[in-house]
């Protein structure tokens, strides 16, 4: 096969690529090592009716699509196990390992919830559709300019559909926002508490349910199998290496297997995209020799305060002598009079936010969604939950890395990757102070779901390692420039959260999806000048 531009992954930094690409006229392919699960490619699994009458199922199915990435050996020994079965002593073999454990990797360095979804979408087809903008300052890279990033964020928001209205005449909602807005009263603008930044869209012909968006919207007409005569995916198909011409600097071809078919494709192109996540990018870059030193350092992964709610009492009683719901709540009382709580059943959840600031450099969810951790009891009211996530911010060092081995492979036969972080005492010390904030808030909402007290999640929850194929305008601390170009491999790009250079709090898909629109338009001005 050969293409204009091979793209490896199909999320929605993969998609953004290949909507702008494909709309210039470009020939353009796309392999991923994951499934096709949906008639267009990457809808959003969570429009399902049951998963928005249930978000709890839900759980299930994210929980379903991870798949860790390295797995500390578990040493303990089966005191039960009888004695005539086969045992193993793992200090007996060295490095060996068994069901995917990591030989290699310190428990003490993980991050144990790091995961990849293999799946046409990639984690599109389950996310939370989080896109607020990084703060400026805090967040964001000096190498763009303040008018260039108005313009990405504005065209990549236009193509997830984000809006901050649709879940404006919900009652939880706006309990959260007026009890949030009374205790956090000294926020200054642009700072204060606000409806979260979120990709979806109230269904006109059911307004009590969501279109949540998927990779499926960033593809736009791509996302129709067979729509373009000049784009093809290919799903369950993995690139496993990048071939160089002689001197390096040229990708000749890419090396594709077939994994239903046990085949292996050549496909040429004129430009390679590597859009795999913040591991597997540079896991792919690894396994062809391309290594320079800063590959997989920098790393960053959000460290999360959360807990679980249960709304005081007086607040309920506020909500049935409130003039804006009043209609609403005596109509739901009339149909429902042994209903003790006096939101309809059919209210949308609560999603609410306060923003990244200098003075408080953490993010803030508060709202209900079906996460991998954090599921309701059922012997407490569903709309009686609110959800906090306090996301921090970690500095960028240089020991903070994943590294791919030689010895060990994964699941598909790639290099298998493990991972040296920990703190700085400043990320401590802000994550200490971010805990505290977060509890302010949770009291002033309401009383501690049992088994979901205060607590920092699993290193690695959020999802949101970045750094790892960082760009910058030094080859000697990054691997891609401004552009997004690899350095030195003048027809290689990188996509995805590992490019962005900085400690972020936020969830990073909008800036991800930025940086791809600008690298997309310098692959179309490269080649124009080419020909």
Known sequence: MRVDTLIIGSGPVGATYARVLEAAGQRVAMVDAGAQHSPRFGEHLKNAVVYQRNRNLFSSVIRGHL???????????????????????PADYGGGAANGQNPGQDPHLNIPGAAATYAVGGMATHWTCATPRHHPTVERTDLISEDEWEDLYREAEDILGTSVKEFSDSVTHNVVL???????????????????????????????????????????????????????????????????????????????????????????????????????????????????EPLGRYLTEQPVAFCQVVLLGSHLEAVRDDALFWDRVRLHMSHNPDDPVPIPRDDLDPQVWIPVSPSRPWHCQIHRDAFHYGDGRPNVDERLIVDLRWFGIVEPRRDNRVVFSERHRDMFGMPQPTFEFSYSA??????????????????????????????????????????????????????????????????????????????????????????????????????????
């Not at 909402?445 to 088994?451: D, E, K, M, R, S």
């Open 67 to 89: 798949n860790p990435l390295s797995v500390s050996v578990d040493r303990t020994a089966l005191d039960v196990l009888d004695p005539a079965a086969t045992g193993v002593n």
């Open 178 to 292: 007026d009890v949030l807005r009374e205790e956090y009263g000294e926020l200054p603008e642009p700072y204060g508490v606000q409806s979260l930044p979120l990709a979806v869209r109230r269904r006109r012909d059911s307004p009590h349910l969501v279109h949540w968006t998927g990779t499926d919207a960033v593809f736009g007409k791509l996302a129709t199998p067979g729509a373009s005569d000049n784009f093809t995916l290919l799903p369950q198909h993995l690139c496993t290496r990048l071939v160089r011409s002689s001197d390096g600097h040229h990708i000749r071809y890419a090396e594709v297997q077939d994994l239903l078919r046990s085949r292996t494709l050549r496909i040429r192109a004129e430009n390679y995209v590597v859009a795999g996540g913040a591991v597997l990018t540079p896991q792919l870059l690894f396994a062809s020799g391309i290594t320079p």
């Open 426 to 531: 400043e990320d401590r010390h802000r994550q200490h102070a971010m805990m505290a904030d977060m509890l302010r808030a949770a009291s002033a909402l309401g009383g501690f779901l049992p088994g979901s007290e205060p607590r920092f999640t699993t290193l690695g929850i959020p999802l949101h390692i970045t750094g790892t194929t960082r760009m910058g305008d030094d080859p000697e601390t990054s691997v891609a420039d401004p552009n997004s170009q690899v350095w030195f491999v003048e027809n290689l790009y990188v996509g995805g959260n590992g490019v962005i250079p900085r400690g972020t709090a936020s969830n990073p898909t909008l800036t991800s999806m930025a940086f791809a629109l600008k690298s997309a338009r310098h692959i179309l001005r490269r080649s124009d000048g080419a020909a």
